[in-house]
Structures are given as C-alpha cells and as structure tokens.
C-alpha cells in the first residue's frame, strides 16, 4: 500500500519537496544522531552531583544525604536512555524495510549506542524520503540532544531585576514618568529604562516615598 505524500516537513511543516523532512531538517537530524556518541561520553562528568545538592557533616543522616550520582545523567547515559531511543527506532527501521531483526544486545552501551546510530545515518535517505514516523524520529531525536546539551552546557538564567516600582521622574510636560524601576543583581545605581533618570543608593529611600505620594488618589489626600 502506497503511503500518502505528506503536504509538507513532518517536523517543521515548510515544504518538503514531497518528502517527508525538508532538507534543513534533514540535515539537522544527521548532525543531531552524528553527536549522540559524543554527548554520551560528555555526559559521564556530570554524574557526580554538584556539591550544592550535599547536606554537609559528617554527621548527616543517610536518609537526607544527596544521591551518589546525578539521576538525570545516569539514565541517559543508561540502557533505557540514549541507546534505548535510538535502538528502538533503528529496529523500527529495520521492520518497515524488510531487513533483518536487529541483533540482541552486546558489549558496551556506548558501542550500542554508535552501532545505532550509524545504522539510522545510513537510512536516513529513506527515511527523510518517504517515511511517515520521520516526524516523530525526529522529533524525538532533537529532544533527546536538547536534554543531553541541558545538562552539559545549561542555559544562564538571565537577571530581570526587582520591580521597585513607577519610575517618580517628571517629565517635561509635567508629567510624571511611571515607567517600571528595576534593580538589577550587584547594580549600585538605578536607571529608567523610558526617561534614562538615574537613582543613586543615596537615593533609594526616598525613592519609595516618592513612589508612595506618587500612587496617592486625590481621594487619599487628607
């Protein structure tokens, strides 16, 4: 039975030339799979839990001590993790073409693992072409590198400061500004991002005065 032509990238949805990835997706699949043994190995430094997670002493309870490895590295880095993803759908690959059962498992993960992989490299021409779970291989496939990459390399949290509140400047019209303050983490001045007024440390008590008047009804004047 002939599968129907999918009207676009099965992971993307931009044309796919009557495929099912498109060719960036393609591409970037290839390089994603290509760096699984890698990741695999760099994960191994990140099994030890970061000495923040220590409950310190060494008289600690056993019940409250941290874990001796990382759990999220370990399971990746385990049979059901990395490997397991990509022996399953180098099986399912497999089926759909008419090869061969895949052998049961032997020797290292990390062989596993490279072994997998370039069994699905070496099928991704088909699979990009004319595979309807091209889609959700992937899908899955970009997922489980985002996990490894968030481990290894973790995004820095970016510093959105604390709203102090409406900026008190006056405006030439005679307005007053009201744009949002922020104090920023180690900032020793504030500064409006709408009028650029700047509020020394100096400032900073009489800040919240202003910003109290400032707040004030004509109902709540006495």
Same mark, same amino acid.
């Given at each position: ?6 009207a676009g990238? #099965? ?6 030339? *009557? &495929?099912?990835?498109?060719v960036?997706?393609?591409?970037d +699949? =290839? !390089? $994603? ?15 030890v ?5 220590s409950?310190?002493?060494r008289?600690?309870s056993?019940?409250h ?6 759990? #999220?590295p370990?399971?990746m880095r385990g049979? *059901? &993790? ?8 180098? +099986? =399912? !690959? $497999?089926?759909?073409r ?5 052998a049961?498992?032997v020797g ?5 693992l ?7 490299c070496?099928?991704?021409p ?6 309807p779970?091209?889609g959700?291989?992937?899908?899955e496939?970009? &997922?489980v ?5 968030a481990v290894?390399?973790?995004?820095v949290p970016?510093?959105?400061?604390t ?6 400047a006056q405006?030439?019209?005679?307005t ?9 983490t ?10 650029t ?5 100096a400032?900073w008590t ?14 709540d004047?006495?």
């Amino acid at each position: 039975m002939t599968e129907p032509t999918p009207a676009g990238c #099965l992971l993307c949805h931009r044309p796919a030339d *009557g &495929g099912s990835l498109c060719v960036g997706c393609t591409k970037d +699949t =290839l !390089v $994603r799979l290509e760096s699984l043994p890698t990741l695999y190995r760099a994960l191994a430094a990140f099994l030890v839990p970061s000495p923040s997670a220590s409950t310190g002493g060494r008289t600690a309870s056993l019940a409250h001590s941290p874990m001796p490895v990382a759990e #999220l590295p370990l399971t990746m880095r385990g049979p *059901g &993790g990395m490997v397991g993803v990509a022996e399953d759908w180098y +099986t =399912l !690959v $497999r089926e759909e073409r008419g090869m061969s059962p895949l052998a049961p498992p032997v020797g290292s993960v990390e062989g596993r693992l490279r072994g997998a992989v370039t069994g699905l490299c070496a099928n991704l021409p088909w699979i990009a072409v004319s595979w309807p779970l091209a889609g959700s291989f992937a899908e899955e496939i970009r &997922g489980v590198v985002r996990s490894a990459v968030a481990v290894i390399s973790p995004p820095v949290p970016v510093d959105r400061g604390t709203v102090l509140g409406p900026c008190p400047a006056q405006l030439p019209d005679g307005t007053l500004c009201g744009t949002d303050l922020r104090l920023f983490t180690g900032a020793q001045l504030v500064t409006c991002p709408g009028c650029t007024s700047t509020f020394p440390p100096a400032t900073w008590t009489g800040l919240k005065v202003w910003m109290d008047s400032d707040a004030k009804t004509p109902s709540d004047a006495t």
